[in-house]
């Protein structure tokens, strides 16, 4: 079963009060211009957000490594604009719940923390890996399996020749690299939102 997140942003007003300025709304995926990689699944940003599906894809799939996690299970703040009657309705999820500042999304180091994925690529792709000395490849899948598939490692294929359709990889990626740079095309959003002011995440995932 997929995963998705359910996001709240929040802004603190001269006051000191939080005043919601955004909210993620499945039936207007384009509401307020938000930058595509903020509304889409995204199963590394989830790890490194709060240590969900950190690691693992669709149905368990060991998807790799897994990230260090910036905010796990914080809850939701006490002061929060969320209701209970938004939580009832599980419009901020139903498990999981956590926040995070936007200066602790400034903070973190995309560029620096890394982790290893795992992926299974088809026989095309490995040999283009070979061919370029590409450790990442361009399009892989968690697993793949069905009349005709022969899964093998890079070490099974050193060892001997052996048939295979797809081979079985891993490679290192920065955090940046695994979430699509998701920090280069939201925070500067997210910045406009602050205005200058602390802005949050507050949020929930449903699986």
Same mark, same amino acid.
């Given at each position: 079963?997929?995963?998705?997140?359910?996001?709240?942003?929040?802004?603190?007003?001269?006051?000191?009060?939080?005043?919601?300025?955004?909210?993620?709304?499945?039936?207007?995926?384009?509401?307020?211009?938000?930058?595509? $990689?903020?509304?889409?699944?995204? #199963?590394?940003?989830?790890?490194?957000?709060? *240590?969900? +599906?950190?690691?693992?894809?669709?149905? =368990?799939?060991?998807?790799?490594?897994?990230?260090?996690?910036?905010?796990?299970?914080?809850?939701?703040?006490?002061?929060?604009?969320?209701?209970?009657?938004?939580?009832?309705?599980?419009?901020?999820?139903?498990?999981?719940?956590?926040?995070?500042?936007?200066?602790?999304?400034?903070?973190?180091?995309?560029?620096?923390?890394?982790?290893?994925?795992?992926? $299974?690529?088809?026989?095309?792709? #490995?040999?283009?890996?070979?061919?370029?000395? *590409?450790? +990442?490849?361009?399009?892989?899948?968690? =697993?793949?399996?069905?009349?005709?598939?022969?899964?093998?490692?890079?070490?099974?294929?050193?060892?001997?020749?052996?048939?295979?359709?797809?081979?079985?990889?891993?490679?290192?990626?920065?955090?940046?690299?695994?979430?699509?740079?998701?920090?280069?095309?939201?925070?500067?959003?997210?910045?406009?939102?602050?205005?200058?002011?602390?802005?949050?995440?507050?949020?929930?995932?449903?699986?």
């Amino acid at each position: 079963m997929g995963c998705d997140i359910h996001i709240v942003v929040e802004r603190q007003n001269e006051h000191g009060a939080w005043e919601r300025v955004w909210q993620h709304d499945y039936d207007k995926p384009d509401m307020k211009g938000t930058p595509e $990689v903020f509304r889409n699944r995204n #199963y590394d940003l989830f790890g490194i957000l709060a *240590d969900v +599906r950190n690691g693992y894809g669709f149905a =368990g799939c060991p998807t790799g490594s897994g990230w260090p996690s910036i905010a796990p299970q914080r809850g939701i703040p006490s002061d929060s604009t969320v209701t209970e009657a938004e939580m009832d309705d599980y419009a901020i999820g139903d498990h999981s719940f956590s926040w995070v500042g936007l200066d602790e999304l400034k903070a973190f180091d995309w560029d620096g923390v890394t982790a290893e994925a795992y992926g $299974v690529v088809t026989r095309e792709e #490995y040999a283009r890996m070979q061919r370029e000395n *590409d450790s +990442r490849p361009h399009t892989w899948c968690g =697993g793949v399996s069905g009349g005709g598939v022969l899964v093998v490692t890079p070490e099974q294929l050193l060892e001997k020749p052996v048939p295979f359709s797809h081979v079985a990889v891993k490679w290192t990626e920065t955090a940046r690299e695994g979430t699509g740079d998701w920090a280069g095309q939201v925070l500067p959003w997210l910045d406009t939102l602050a205005a200058g002011r602390p802005l949050r995440l507050v949020f929930g995932f449903d699986s």
